[in-house]
């Protein structure tokens, strides 16, 4: 099994590239681009330049450990290359941001808006998703200057002290950026899936330590429950600060009374439905699950694969033994898997409602990707039913509903109304944040969503009554 070092010489890593406005061939580290100077006088313009520029640097940092080569490849129809992910993220602050609000803006290159172009139709055509990979060019160190061009132009932006939708903006695409460094890590979780020599991402901290401390006490401690009595509840987003727009109006609600899970299913218990034939089962299944089960050849959760009796799980810290993991959540299932497990256990999945109003006003603390650990991995503690829940990471959980507007949903004005609002048909909701989710981006209103049959997110199972 090969190993991509983190410390690896990579394109991202300390490259020093040309600075657009500071005279041809001066240089500056790559991990300088985007730091911003302190002379700006209002504290929420200082606050949201930190933030851009924390965004900004952590995404650079996430590709330490790749070569170019890594960057180009595209796995599978959902996923996308990470160097498209580097373009595409520039873009939008380029796109939504520099060209509306900065007088005389110049672009970085006159072909970059059309071509790292995800989905916007109301803002210029776009290339096929499936075709991203082919892009070899421009090289990776254009696009590194493309993004330190961005970057000095938002911080320039950000000094000259910016008007009220500019800053707006701003905020909107560091929480864009944030959800694509989640994606960038389960794209390259699956392209080295699928590379032959099953390559890790990385070796990181304190994994060893977890597994220990998985093993510690019964494994299968029984899954207790959290009752709520129900009645009229208020969800959606109700704070001062940033929310999607799916997450408007807060507005109330009727729950009948019901009972959530306290932690989510682990790969044992999920190991326990594939032997007693769950795969087998079409009793068990919704009738577009059991199509997708049949067309696919669906046996287990993805990642996971066996030789004879013994299964492995593989991960972006390697392949691990599933009796080292056996308490840990099970990921990497759709819907229809979830919604299978929790017929066979004589459960049901919660509603989205359900689960914001358990989570509301719990602590936003988890194994989230600050954390480090980038494995769904719970404590001992939480695995034993000896503290409250976490409610937030290891796993997005599967919800019953389905993705749709609230009530009043208005979406964003022009080409950004598409960010959310025509994705509300055939999806479903997810909650809860992942091992891969920045802490800054996740809260209990937060509404994930994808197709039934997505399995290469961290998505997992959370059972209810």
């Known amino acids: 099994m090969a190993e991509v070092s983190v410390d690896a010489k990579n394109p991202c890593d300390g ?14 580290p790559v991990q300088e681009a985007g730091a911003m100077k302190t002379t700006v006088a209002d504290k929420a313009e200082v606050e949201l330049g930190a933030r851009f520029s924390a ?4 995404t650079l940092a996430l590709c330490s450990g790749l070569t170019a080569e890594d960057m180009m490849v595209q796995s599978c129809p959902e996923a996308s290359p990470a160097k ?23 672009l970085f ?10 989905y916007y139709e109301g803002f210029s055509a776009f290339p096929e998703k ?11 160190e254009e696009i590194l200057r493309y993004r330190q061009h961005v970057d000095l132009g938002i911080e320039r932006l950000l000094e000259a002290g910016a008007e009220p939708e500019a800053l707006r903006r701003v905020e909107l695409g560091v929480n864009h950026e944030e959800q694509h460094q989640e994606l960038l890590l389960t794209d390259i979780l699956h392209a080295f899936f699928t590379n032959p020599l099953r390559p890790v991402y990385g070796n990181g901290a304190n994994l060893e330590s977890r597994i220990s401390e998985s093993r510690v006490g019964d494994p299968g401690a029984a899954l207790e429950f959290q009752q709520f009595e129900g009645g009229m509840s208020e969800v959606g987003y109700g704070g001062k600060g940033f929310s999607f727009d799916n997450e408007l109006p807060r507005h109330r609600t009727w729950l009948e009374p019901f009972s959530i899970a306290r932690r989510l299913v682990t790969c044992r218990e999920f190991a326990e439905f594939m032997a007693d034939g769950g795969y087998r089962r079409p009793e068990l299944w919704l009738s577009a699950g059991w199509n997708a089960v049949k067309s696919n050849d669906w046996r287990a959760p993805l990642y996971w694969t066996n030789e004879g009796e013994t299964w492995r799980v593989f991960s972006l810290r390697g392949d ?12 990497h299932v759709s819907f229809y898997e979830a919604d299978a497990y929790a017929r066979w256990a004589g459960r049901r999945l919660p509603t989205e409602f359900e689960w914001e109003t358990a989570a509301e006003g719990q602590p936003l603390e ?6 480090g650990l980038l494995v769904p991995s719970p404590g001992t503690a939480l695995l034993q039913n000896e503290h409250p829940t976490k409610w937030f990471g290891d796993c997005w959980v599967w919800t019953a509903s389905a993705y749709l507007g609230y009530p009043r949903f208005r979406p964003l004005e022009g080409a950004l109304g598409e960010y959310n609002g025509k994705f509300m048909s055939g999806q479903m909701v997810l909650r809860g944040g992942s091992c891969v989710t920045p802490a800054t981006h996740i809260r209990a209103s937060y509404r994930n969503f994808f197709a039934p049959e997505t399995r290469w997110q961290f998505s997992g199972i959370r059972l209810a009554f």
């Open 15 to 28: 490259m020093q590239i040309p600075v657009p406005g500071r005279g041809r061939g001066t240089l500056l």
């Open 55 to 58: 965004a900004r640097r952590r």
């Open 366 to 371: 988890g194994n989230l990707l600050d954390s």
């Open 320 to 331: 691990l033994p599933l009796e080292e993991l056996e308490s840990w959540p099970v990921s």
């Open 130 to 140: 499936r075709l991203r990979s082919s892009f070899s060019r421009p090289a990776l």
């Open 84 to 106: 498209w992910h580097l373009a595409h993220t520039a873009w939008f602050f380029e796109s939504f941001v520099l060209r509306e609000f900065v007088p005389g803006y110049q």
């Open 109 to 118: 290159n006159a072909d970059f808006p059309w071509l790292f172009n995800s």
